[in-house]
């Protein structure tokens, strides 16, 4: 998957807000198995955060400490959530996806009660546990140039549907993917890794 360094903005009438899941067969290991949510999509690019990719060993409480952001006496129980490999593009820059009940002029609006923000006020309101009523952190991005997104969905390298709470935010990693393709009604040991054409 190519990518060029971009901002984020909304995306309109675009993929923001679905979820990609990866056909079996893909050819990437960075994308086996993943279920991407699209945060920002428009005719010159696409942008999204792998939610089923845990770093391993990383916690959100050890990244804030190697950020020296000090946590509160009352910090939220989620310090202890897995931080996730968002992909492949600029693994150094962190991003939380978040519920919409928090807010900034910094927050990018993914869907409707969904929304990212990629600066340090975030954190450091999660360290004191005055941030969004679910969270998620990630690190990197996966992205695609103009048109490239759209050619892949076309040669059936990812299913799409909508996003949901439950599955984003869920900490159960291991079975985000079954769980994406069950949405759709589909089970995973029924799928081809060969495209079919009709």
């Known amino acids: 998957m190519a990518s060029t360094h971009m901002t984020l903005k909304p995306s309109g009438a675009y993929l923001a807000g679905k979820l990609l899941i990866a056909m079996p067969g893909i050819g990437d290991p960075r994308f086996e198995r993943a279920v991407i949510l699209i945060c920002a999509h428009d005719d010159a690019h696409a942008m999204g955060l792998t939610v089923n990719r845990p770093v391993d060993g990383l916690i959100l409480s050890d990244l804030l400490e190697r950020l020296e952001i000090a946590t509160g006496p009352v910090a939220a129980g989620g310090l202890d959530d897995a931080v996730l490999i968002g992909g492949p593009v600029e693994r150094e820059r962190g991003f939380v996806l978040h519920t919409g009940d928090y807010h900034t002029e910094h ?43 759209e050619q892949e969905i076309r040669d059936n390298v990812w299913l799409t549907c909508p ?31 060969v495209a079919g054409r009709a």
Do not use: C
Not at 133 to 141: E, F, H, P, Q
Not at 170 to 179: E, G, I, L, P, T
């Open 107 to 149: 927050s990018l609006p993914v869907a409707e009660d969904i929304a990212l923000t990629s600066t340090r006020d975030v954190l450091e309101t999660l360290a004191h546990g005055q941030g969004p009523r679910r969270s998620v952190m990630a690190l990197g991005y996966a992205g695609w140039g103009a048109g490239q997104l």
């Open 163 to 193: 996003a949901d709470e439950a599955l984003l935010f869920d900490d159960d990693h291991d079975h985000k993917w079954s769980q994406a393709l069950a949405k759709l009604g589909i089970n995973p040991g029924l799928l081809s890794a």
